[in-house]
Nanobody, 126 residues
Framework: QLQLVEIGGGLVQPGGSLRLSCAAS????????IGWFRQAPGKEREGVSC????????NYADSVKGRFTISRDNAKNTVYLQMNSLKPEDTAVYYC???????????????????WGQGTQVTVSS
């Protein structure tokens, strides 16, 4: 069974950090681009960051550039999103997705994904 599971959400104060993990089972993550997306209440889903299969290409939303870092460990079949300097506007449900035959930019902008995780809540509040 092909599955993506997000781990690491929670409540953090403004300025704090969290690291999200996206773990895959049932398929080799190295064959896929992986993207992180988020959806806040009442807002459309947006692409946060995407990374190519070998990690050589990445894409970030302007709102997170310089604060978030995407990385992957294909040996562990896991992709990470390190989130620093968190702001209340980063509050959302974060999802990871896997896609093939696209680019990191297209995946993030168009929200392409063959497989999706169930999401993890990130709340930034004092």
């Amino acid at each position: 069974q092909l599955q993506l599971v997000e781990i690491g959400g929670g409540l953090v104060q403004p300025g704090g950090s969290l690291r999200l993990s996206c773990a895959a089972s049932g398929f080799a993550l190295s064959n896929y681009l992986i993207g992180w997306f988020r959806q806040a209440p009442g807002k459309e889903r947006e692409g946060v960051s995407c990374i190519s299969g070998n990690g050589g290409s990445t894409n970030y939303a302007d709102s997170v550039k310089g604060r978030f870092t995407i990385s992957r460990d294909n040996a562990k079949n896991t992709v990470y999103l390190q989130m620093n300097s968190l702001k209340p506007e980063d509050t959302a449900v974060y999802y990871c997705a896997a896609a093939r035959f696209t680019t990191v930019q297209a995946m993030c902008v168009m929200g392409k994904g063959n497989y999706w995780g169930q999401g993890t809540q990130v709340t930034v509040s004092s």
